[in-house]
């Protein structure tokens, strides 16, 4: 996430993210599930603003005034209800973050949304960690990277991997992180059609497999560059629910087989679908002949950072 900052205000780019690899581990008695999964920063952007509020000479905490607006370029099959005041992510991550350090200045925060929700592209989560990094900074805090991931493991399991900036694989519930450094380049096509998925009824539709796929056939495969060996390692555990649930999953793989895409899958718990490609030009002429198909909104992305 690059922050522009000048004075007590600051812009922060929020980017997407991929999951190249997913697997279910476990079930915990709560609900929730452990997993092993492989995501990678792409460049499909969200923009915050931030404006510093300093706190009023009485002392009490300055207020913390946050809106949202969607890009004009963002189709309305993507626009599903984004949550407002204490019920957004970016709120909740700003007020905990002055709760813990103690902190009482406030912000005016205007969020610009690129990202699809319900498209399992983490959007929710990249603006909660854009907006601990930029207050971080702007509030004069100065946590360390992981002081901030411990921080944001609390309000959901995919802020703390937006944190880190980096490609990584996660276990646990997604705080366990192991950066990816040596990763190279990525291009890629998503296609987020009409119909976005929840994720509670994916999960909940998704079983954990006697014996849990390794993941280390997929990192074998990356250092290689082959497409043909990623092709193999590609894995998502929640594809096969959320094919179930939605017809749009089997006939998004349909359409990136008749284009010819030798790797692609579901993006987290869907609906989200993207094709790896083997570079810009490939992916911008993937992405022309799926545009004509009318299967919602398509994307070209490579590796952020």
């Given at each position: 996430?690059?922050?522009?900052?000048?004075?007590?205000?600051?812009?922060?780019?929020?980017?997407?993210?991929?999951?190249?690899?997913?697997?279910?581990?476990?079930?915990?008695?709560?609900?929730?599930?452990?997993?092993?999964?492989?995501?990678?920063?792409?460049?499909?952007?969200?923009?915050?603003?931030?404006?510093?509020?300093?706190?009023?000479?009485?002392?009490?905490?300055?207020?913390?005034?946050?809106?949202?607006?969607?890009?004009?370029?963002?189709?309305?099959?993507?626009?599903?209800?984004?949550?407002?005041?204490?019920?957004?992510?970016?709120?909740?991550?700003?007020?905990?973050?002055?709760?813990?350090?103690?902190?009482?200045?406030?912000?005016?925060?205007?969020?610009?949304?690129?990202?699809?929700?319900?498209?399992?592209?983490?959007?929710?989560?990249?603006?909660?960690?854009?907006?601990?990094?930029?207050?971080?900074?702007?509030?004069?805090?100065?946590?360390?990277?992981?002081?901030?991931?411990?921080?944001?493991?609390?309000?959901?399991?995919?802020?703390?991997?937006?944190?880190?900036?980096?490609?990584?694989?996660?276990?646990?519930?997604?705080?366990?992180?192991?950066?990816?450094?040596?990763?190279?380049?990525?291009?890629?096509?998503?296609?987020?059609?009409?119909?976005?998925?929840?994720?509670?009824?994916?999960?909940?539709?998704?079983?954990?497999?006697?014996?849990?796929?390794?993941?280390?056939?997929?990192?074998?495969?990356?250092?290689?560059?082959?497409?043909?060996?990623?092709?193999?390692?590609?894995?998502?555990?929640?594809?096969?629910?959320?094919?179930?649930i939605s017809p749009w999953i089997g006939r998004l793989r349909k359409e990136f087989q008749s284009v010819h895409c030798l790797a692609h899958q579901m993006t987290g718990s869907g609906s989200g679908y993207f094709g790896i490609c083997r570079h810009a030009r490939q992916a911008n002429q993937m992405a022309a002949r799926l545009r004509s198909r009318n299967l919602g909104q398509v994307f070209t992305?490579?590796?952020?950072?």
């Amino acid at each position: 996430m690059l922050i522009t900052s000048g004075g007590t205000g600051g812009v922060i780019h929020a980017p997407a993210k991929l999951n190249l690899y997913f697997e279910l581990l476990a079930r915990c008695r709560d609900g929730y599930h452990d997993v092993e999964t492989l995501m990678v920063p792409v460049s499909l952007y969200d923009t915050l603003s931030f404006q510093t509020i300093p706190p009023p000479s009485s002392g009490d905490v300055a207020p913390i005034h946050f809106s949202f607006r969607w890009c004009d370029r963002v189709g309305t099959e993507s626009r599903s209800a984004v949550p407002d005041g204490e019920a957004n992510l970016v709120v909740r991550a700003l007020l905990l973050l002055r709760q813990k350090s103690g902190v009482k200045d406030g912000a005016h925060v205007e969020l610009l949304k690129r990202i699809p929700t319900q498209a399992g592209l983490g959007g929710g989560s990249s603006d909660a960690a854009a907006a601990l990094l930029v207050a971080n900074r702007l509030w004069g805090i100065d946590w360390s990277p992981d002081r901030l991931a411990e921080l944001a493991g609390a309000l959901g399991c995919d802020i703390p991997f937006f944190i880190g900036q980096t490609p990584a694989v996660a276990r646990g519930r997604g705080e366990q992180l192991a950066p990816m450094r040596q990763m190279g380049d990525l291009h890629a096509v998503i296609v987020r059609p009409p119909e976005g998925l929840s994720t509670a009824a994916v999960y909940g539709a998704s079983c954990v497999p006697e014996n849990p796929r390794t993941i280390k056939s997929f990192l074998n495969a990356l250092p290689s560059g082959s497409l043909g060996l990623i092709k193999g390692a590609l894995h998502n555990r929640l594809e096969e629910a959320a094919t179930r649930i939605s017809p749009w999953i089997g006939r998004l793989r349909k359409e990136f087989q008749s284009v010819h895409c030798l790797a692609h899958q579901m993006t987290g718990s869907g609906s989200g679908y993207f094709g790896i490609c083997r570079h810009a030009r490939q992916a911008n002429q993937m992405a022309a002949r799926l545009r004509s198909r009318n299967l919602g909104q398509v994307f070209t992305v490579r590796r952020a950072y």
